[in-house]
């Protein structure tokens, strides 16, 4: 009589192998490619908010807006004067003129724009620590009297908008990882409900035979894991070739909040587990499933 | 061995299938069940191989209430009982071979350690032979002995056999109940539900059940030995 081993699984060609014929695989590896698109943008976000964030923090700048060119860079080179003396202050550059005309350029076309608008005179502050309120009060302060057209403006308030916006954009992105995560997980729970139906008659012998739940189990669990891994790996690997062409485009450009430091490849490393969770999120769906649909048997 | 007190299965919420059944199975014994189709035997069947649990009664097996039983006991006892079932039930997409070895396989024996078994069980129902072919490609007798491999390569303690003989000529017939009897000769229980009537001449010693509309049609003395035994081959 054999009845002693009841935690071996049964022969696993029990039920046919036919993996990859059904829809399953090929829709988790749309799920997985979206997935990791979508963790690859909150990533991207995040870590551009962060450094873009950080580097903000600590810089500001000062606006001379006296009308006369005269008086402007002379308040100009006292505020500077002033500026490097403030604890609070590690660098205080003044930004040429023809720097300044550049950045109009675009708005305001070619030429000399000095002649027919009163630019500003500016000074570009690197801080020692992240500004507040206090410390801009006391720089604009020691600016002010050396300097009465002074205005000091922190970098971070000029984006705090768009980071926000970025912030924002980055929830959106964990809500769709959350959105695909459930869908995958239904996925699971129809192909194992449609498979346990394909196979209830070898499911009933293996049952009357001595069989029990967590054996009947452990086959689908293989069979949707081996499915869910074809899927996964598929997924995964289109999604990166994908993040690895837009890190290269975006390495062309130069904005401040994308660009390559903010997406390498190496953003690639934490994707990796989507695939790993995708197949365990697989497993534990088909065992649930399958284990919830025996349990009405007797 | 197996016990029923005032058993009773309904169906749903129709009428009773089967009524008052109080009967006492004794290890090593043979019995045949009979009675007309629609009688209740393969529910009856269902009720000693818990694929079913009666709307009523008591049924002891092995000691222990089947009724009350948990869920999670039912493997352990199901292995100690073998099945042929009235459609065979062989797995299509496993060959003759691997329909037999997988009463072994659900019970954790090593692949290592199947062969034997398998093969000498195929040697015993005659097809050694066919040991790699599925079973669409078998004919319905050689199905019926696959099955009846597959219910006693485990060594139950009773096997249950519902209509064995309903789908083979009567040569064949007579050659499967060789094969219980042998078995039961081994110190098996065997219950075998039948509607054929002169096969159970053909068992010395075997016991009858008669079954008629759910109820057994003498509760005083349902188990008797039948009227002309006769010896097996002759």
Do not use: C
């Amino acid at each position: 009589m054999f009845r002693g081993r009841t935690q071996s699984a049964p022969n696993r060609q029990l039920m046919p192998e036919g993996r990859l014929s059904g829809p399953m695989p090929w829709v988790i590896a749309i799920m997985v490619f979206l997935t990791v698109l979508a963790a690859a943008a909150a990533l991207t976000l995040s870590s551009a908010t962060t450094s873009t964030g950080e580097q903000l923090s600590r810089e500001a700048t000062v606006q001379i807006l006296a009308p006369d060119p005269a008086v402007r860079d002379r308040e100009q080179r006292a505020a500077q004067r002033a500026l490097v003396q403030l604890p609070q202050i590690v660098r205080a550059d003044a930004v040429p003129p023809a720097d300044v005309e550049a950045l109009l350029a675009p708005w305001f076309g070619g030429g000399s724009i000095a002649e027919d608008i009163p630019l500003p005179a500016l000074i570009d502050l690197t801080l020692a620590r992240p500004v507040d309120d206090m410390m801009l009060a006391s720089i604009s302060a020691a600016v002010l009297d050396v300097a009465p057209s002074a205005r000091i403006d922190a970098d971070s308030a000029w984006l705090e908008p768009v980071l926000q916006a970025m912030q924002s954009l980055q929830w959106l992105a964990a809500a769709l990882i959350l959105l695909l995560a459930i869908a995958t997980a239904a996925t699971v729970v129809l192909a194992a409900r449609s498979a346990l139906g394909s196979h209830s008659a070898t499911i009933a012998i293996v049952h009357l035979l001595g069989g029990t739940d967590l054996q009947i189990s452990r086959l689908f669990q293989r069979r949707m894991a081996l499915d869910a891994t074809f899927g996964s790996v598929l997924g995964f690997l289109a999604g990166a070739a994908m993040l690895v062409g837009l890190s290269r485009q975006l390495a062309a450009l130069e904005t401040p909040l994308l660009n390559a430091s903010t997406f390498s490849p190496w953003l690639l490393a934490p994707l990796l587990g989507i695939p790993v969770i995708t197949v365990l999120l697989a497993m534990l769906m088909a065992r649930l499933t399958i284990l919830g649909a025996l349990r009405k048997m007797l | 061995m197996v016990e029923f007190q005032n058993v009773g299965l309904r169906y749903g919420t129709g009428a009773e299938t089967l009524s008052d059944i109080s009967f006492t199975l004794f290890p090593g014994s043979f019995y045949f069940l009979t009675g007309t189709s629609g009688a209740g035997k393969t529910s009856l069947l269902k009720l000693l191989y818990l694929a079913q649990r009666p709307s009523r009664g008591v049924i002891k097996l092995f000691g222990e209430d089947a009724v009350t039983m948990p869920r999670r006991r039912l493997p352990g006892f199901r292995r100690r009982i073998g099945v042929v079932f009235q459609d065979f039930r062989l797995v299509p997409h496993l060959t003759a071979f691997d329909n037999i070895a997988l009463p072994l396989r659900v019970a954790g024996v090593p692949e290592g350690d199947l062969a034997g078994p398998v093969k000498e069980m195929l040697d015993w129902i005659g097809l050694t032979e066919r040991a790699t072919a599925r079973p669409a490609t078998l004919s319905g007798g050689e199905q019926q002995r696959v099955a009846i491999a597959r219910a006693v390569i485990g060594r139950p303690e009773i096997l249950v056999a519902d209509e064995p003989t309903g789908n083979v000529d009567p040569d064949l017939a007579v050659r499967l109940l060789k094969l219980f009897s042998a078995l039961n000769k081994l110190g098996t229980t065997v219950v075998v539900a039948t509607h054929d009537i002169h096969l159970i001449g053909k068992i010395g010693g075997a016991q009858m059940m008669q079954l008629d509309r759910g109820r057994l049609s003498d509760p005083t003395g349902a188990l008797r030995y039948p009227p002309k035994p006769l010896v097996l081959g002759a």
